[in-house]
């Protein structure tokens, strides 16, 4: 039974750029979130999607935003990149009327 | 506001003790507490949860006690091993709320 995966592992962009991040829930998992994670924090939370709309969203600027696909997987896509955006993205797929999320690996990225 | 803290940021424990790493919560109306456990260049592990209608819940050597009264949340690990060496974060989620509340997090080293 695979696990959240997602990708890339790593990624490297410049201020100003568009990035997107891709994620596939555990297998029976219809529910993905989104956390940014910086160096030494905890992860805080983006957005979550459910049915292909978003459900729930934290304190993040419109230039972070989402899709979610009939299959369930997700993309987290962030435009204008600044520097304060490196970070490690992670995404969490959990299923309906069930709150343990579970993580995945998580896409590393840097702004230059 | 939101906040899940940790009484201490680093734990050193001897290989075989037992390990008790604890948190604080803010929010009074939280339903559902979450341990995950996070080494180095992976994403967050699901260790247990509990949710706000019980006090104690155990898995295999781990423990997770809830006090509602002072709004307290503790991990207790049996015997520990060197493969627990790890960050450990606690999360809570809101009533009627989607997303989890993370800490900071407790690094937790064990002395062979």
């Known amino acids: 039974d695979a696990g959240v995966t997602q990708s890339p592992t790593h990624l490297i962009k410049t201020r100003g750029q568009q990035v997107t991040l891709r994620c596939s829930p555990k297998?029976?998992?219809?529910?993905v979130s989104w956390y940014q994670q910086a160096l030494g924090q905890g992860p805080q939370f983006i957005f979550q999607y459910y049915e292909e709309e978003e459900r729930q969203r934290g304190n993040f600027p419109d230039r972070f935003s989402g899709h979610q696909f009939p299959n369930y997987s997700s993309e987290l896509n962030v435009n204008a990149l600044l520097l304060g955006d490196s970070a490690l993205y992670l995404c969490?797929?959990?299923?309906?009327?069930?709150?343990?999320?579970?993580f995945g690996p998580g896409t590393r990225l840097l702004v230059l | 506001g939101e906040s899940v803290g940790l009484h201490l940021p680093t734990l050193s424990v001897q290989e075989g003790d037992n390990s008790i790493i604890n948190c604080a919560y803010s929010?009074?109306?939280?339903?559902?507490f979450i341990w995950y456990k996070q080494e180095s260049g992976k994403g967050p592990q699901f260790i247990i949860d509990i949710r706000s209608n019980m006090d104690k819940r155990q898995g295999q050597r781990v423990t997770v006690l809830l006090n509602k009264t002072v709004k307290h949340l503790s991990l207790q690990i049996a015997a520990t091993q060197p493969g627990d060496s790890a960050v450990y974060f606690c999360?809570?989620?809101?009533?009627?709320?989607?997303?989890?509340?993370f800490g900071q997090g407790t690094r937790l080293t064990i002395n062979p």
């Open positions: 297998s029976g998992h219809d529910t």
């Open positions: 999360a809570e989620k809101f009533q009627g709320a989607q997303k989890l509340v």
């Open positions: 969490a797929s959990s299923r309906t009327g069930r709150e343990t999320q579970y």
């Open positions: 929010n009074s109306a939280s339903d559902y």
